[in-house]
Structures are given as structure tokens and as C-alpha cells.
């Protein structure tokens, strides 16, 4: 059985999240997507937990939970800030859990470090070492996962307060890290070039702050099980049995894939950044290093040609697909309309991004939307590289497309408007889609 799985996202008591997300809604988009197995996210929090017991049955044959017959696993993303080494360290880790009865215990464990009642995703001063060992002393069943492992900001490896090491960060606790995220700005292809990632598996997942379809399942894990359990989901990601791959973005589109200074409009190469001395060539300030150029200095093989580590996908959320080529904004009624249209072509999102044949989709829509379809699919689209939280722009052959400011909807502006707006307009679609 082929389970998409995405992990690490949000509720609506994190902070600069949408406000109108429930359980109810994330288990309907998640169907609309073809996610089969979501985190709930932000399982510390004092309210959302609430909800979650209420809405959540469990499943004694399956997956341990399920609202609505959509899928669920216990999750939640914690910040930890601390000194190690005379530095300054913000490393954030995604935390799945078999149960509520452990979900407890994980929560009494926190408050005995400060608060988990002001965000979904609370701060701790905890060296990211004795988490892994505190935790392990609740359960063995608890998965640790460094989140956006590359980001410059909040990451294990990232340029303004990571480190250079899985082993520097974790010590004698890396034994027991057995995935990394790899983020929008990361994939298989760069994690690859580190010889002391050789023996994890890469996961991707949303982090998303919306239950929108353009952001939740935007990234995904791939498994392959008999059935849907929490054991055979972290069997798979710390052993590789049932493990397939993931479905990613091209990093390009990424937020923080090349360095930059958006203040400035600085966007630059690494080979560029390094004539610069790593300061904008406008302000003479610190430019915002990427996740390129760290990749480059953390390396210590070239990029294979073929034969990478772990399957995987590079697709763009049809939302994206359909803003760029109609030339609207995302959250517009052209766009909704036609995402509604396009569905009709397969199951779900992920079934039309992946599977449906072209007459299929040629029979609901245009050429120019069936093409930039394909496209995707066969990676047959180049980017403006995403740089300082700009996200990256595509660019599909035979499309002329505004830069992202201009394109009705701005990417920064669609972000801000995905958090805020109490309902999407494609809620009359989502109510046909259920009958």
C-alpha cells in the first residue's frame, strides 16, 4: 500500500497561522490533496490537544488515529535555543508520538522547561542532545526529526545558528536521529553530498501554516506498507523498510535557496557571494546565506550524475501551477474555478499531479494547463531562485510569467493571505467534492 504521508504543519494556535483550521477541515483538504496519513501538529498546546482528543477515534487495527476516516499521527515542531561551543544555536525538531498517554508525558516533560500554552510551536532552552535523551526516557517510540534542516534561520545545519555536524549538534544521541527534513530549499540530490548523512533517510513534509491545498501536502514522504500503522510509518524511516522516497518542490522555488538581501534585491550565486565577501553589494550589510552555498561548504563529494540515495518526485502544488499560467492570483475565483475543474480529471490533487494521462486532462481543461502540467511532472521547468524568504519563481515553457510581485497575488502576499482569510474561496468546491 502507497502512503503519502505529510507530518510537520500546523494548527491554528501557532503563531502567523491560518485561524479558521480545524481537525474537520485538515482531514477534508487532506482528502482533496491524496495525503493518506497527516500530522496533527502542535500536539503541546494546551487547546489544540483538547481538540484533538475530542475529534481524533482510535484505530486498533491501523493507523492509531483518524477523524472522518482521514489518517492521523500525533505530532509537533519545538524551538530550541541555546549556547553550545560559545555560539548561539536555534535548531527546531518535528516530534511524532504513538500515543495521547505519551503525548502526556512529552507535555509534563516541557513544563517543567517554561510554556506551552503561548504558541503551538513553544521555545526551550534545551541543548538539542538531552532532548533525544530526555525523550527517549519517556518512550523508544518517539521520533525525533531535525526540522528544515537547512534553513539559515532555525535549523540543525543552518548558516546563521547551526552547526557543521549531525554528531556536533546530537553527540552521543545522533545514534538515535534517523531522519532529517530536508525543507523547500534542500533535496535528495544536494543532501546526497554529505558523506555524514549516508546512513539517514531524507522526509519531506509541508511545515504548513494553512490547511490550504497550495501549502499543506506541498512536500510529502512516500511509504510503502501493508498496513497504515505509527510503528510500521517510524520502522520505515529509521530502518528504510517501506521506505520509497518523497515528493518535493525544485529547491529553486525555495524561500532561501540562493543568498540574498531582499531589502536590496540582492540575489546571488555563491561563486557570486564569495567575490562579495558575503555582504550586499548595495548596503554593505550581511547578505542572508542559503542554503546553496551551505550545501557547497558542508560538502565533501560532487553531485551524482544518477543513482541517488532514495526516490523521489519534484512537483509544484497545482494551485501554483494554475496562478502562474491563467496569470491570477492564487486565492482568486478564476484560479479556484479551475483547480475544481482540473480535479475532475483523477482522484485527488496528487492522482492529477502524478498519474492522469493527458487525454484525461485535456478532456477538463486547456492545452497551456495540461502542458504545464507535464511539465512539472517531467521537470521540465527552470526557476529565479528563491533567496532571503522571496520564494522562487517558475517558469514553464511557452509561458510568459510575471515576476511574483506582479502576478495578482504576490508569493509574500499570498503566504500573509493564507493565514488570515477566515475561509478560501474554493469552500463552495470543497462542499461538491463531499457531495
Not at 557570486?272 to 558542508?298: A, D, M, Y
Not at 512537483?315 to 483547480?339: A, C, F, M, Q, R
Request: aromatic share 10%; glycine share 8%.
Amino acid at each position: 500500500m502507497r502512503l503519502i504521508c505529510d507530518l510537520h504543519l500546523h494548527s491554528r494556535f501557532a503563531q502567523g497561522c491560518s485561524r479558521a483550521t480545524t481537525v474537520q477541515l485538515l482531514a477534508k483538504w487532506a482528502k482533496v490533496k491524496g495525503i493518506d496519513v497527516l500530522g496533527t501538529g502542535d500536539f503541546t498546546h494546551p487547546e489544540w490537544i483538547k481538540e484533538l482528543k475530542a475529534e481524533l477515534a482510535e484505530e486498533r487495527d491501523g493507523i492509531h488515529y483518524t477523524a472522518d476516516g482521514q489518517a492521523f499521527v500525533l505530532s509537533t515542531e519545538v524551538s530550541l535555543i541555546y549556547t553550545q561551543g560559545g555560539r548561539g544555536r536555534r535548531i527546531h525538531v518535528v516530534l511524532l508520538a504513538p500515543s495521547f498517554a505519551v503525548v502526556d508525558r512529552i507535555t509534563a516533560y516541557f513544563l517543567r522547561h517554561g510554556r506551552v500554552d503561548y504558541d503551538g510551536r513553544p521555545i526551550f532552552k534545551i541543548p538539542a542532545s538531552q532532548l533525544v535523551s530526555d525523550l527517549r526516557k519517556i518512550s523508544d517510540d518517539i521520533e525525533i526529526i531535525p526540522a528544515h534542516a537547512w534553513t539559515p534561520w532555525f535549523s540543525l545545519f543552518g548558516s546563521r545558528s547551526g552547526f557543521d555536524a549531525l554528531q556536533e549538534c546530537f553527540g552521543d544521541q545522533t545514534r538515535h536521529i534517523h531522519a532529517i527534513e530536508t525543507g523547500l530549499s534542500s533535496d535528495i540530490e544536494m543532501n546526497d553530498r554529505l558523506d555524514q548523512l549516508e546512513h539517514v533517510r531524507f522526509v519531506s513534509f509541508s511545515d504548513s501554516h494553512s490547511y490550504w491545498p497550495w501549502r499543506l501536502g506541498r512536500e510529502a514522504t512516500i511509504l510503502e506498507l501493508e498496513k497504515p500503522t505509527y510503528k510500521g510509518i517510524i520502522t520505515a524511516i529509521r530502518t528504510g523498510e517501506g521506505f520509497w522516497g518523497t515528493i518535493e518542490v525544485e529547491p529553486s522555488y525555495g524561500k532561501y535557496h540562493v543568498d540574498g538581501h531582499r531589502a536590496c534585491d540582492v540575489r546571488l550565486e555563491p561563486a557570486e557571494t564569495g567575490k562579495h565577501g558575503g555582504t550586499c553589494p548595495v548596503c554593505k550589510r550581511p547578505l542572508t546565506i542559503g542554503v546553496l552555498s551551505r550545501v557547497e561548504e558542508l560538502a565533501d563529494r560532487p553531485q551524482k550524475e544518477h543513482g541517488h540515495s532514495q526516490n523521489f518526485y519534484k512537483l509544484l502544488p497545482l494551485h501554483e501551477i494554475l496562478s502562474l499560467v491563467l496569470g491570477k492570483g492564487i486565492n482568486t475565483k478564476t484560479v479556484w474555478d479551475e483547480y475544481w475543474k482540473v480535479l475532475k480529471a483523477g482522484k485527488n490533487e496528487y492522482d492529477i499531479l502524478l498519474d492522469a494521462t493527458k487525454e484525461q486532462l485535456l478532456a477538463v481543461t486547456s492545452s497551456a494547463i495540461v502542458d504545464a502540467i507535464l511539465a512539472v511532472r517531467e521537470g521540465n521547468i527552470t526557476f529565479t531562485p528563491g533567496y532571503d524568504g522571496v520564494y522562487g519563481v517558475p517558469h514553464f515553457p511557452g509561458v510568459a510569467v510575471a515576476e511574483p510581485e506582479a502576478a495578482g497575488a504576490s508569493y509574500m502576499a499570498k503566504e500573509a493571505e493564507s493565514r488570515t482569510r477566515q475561509k478560501p474561496r474554493g469552500q463552495r468546491g470543497l462542499d461538491e467534492f463531499f457531495g
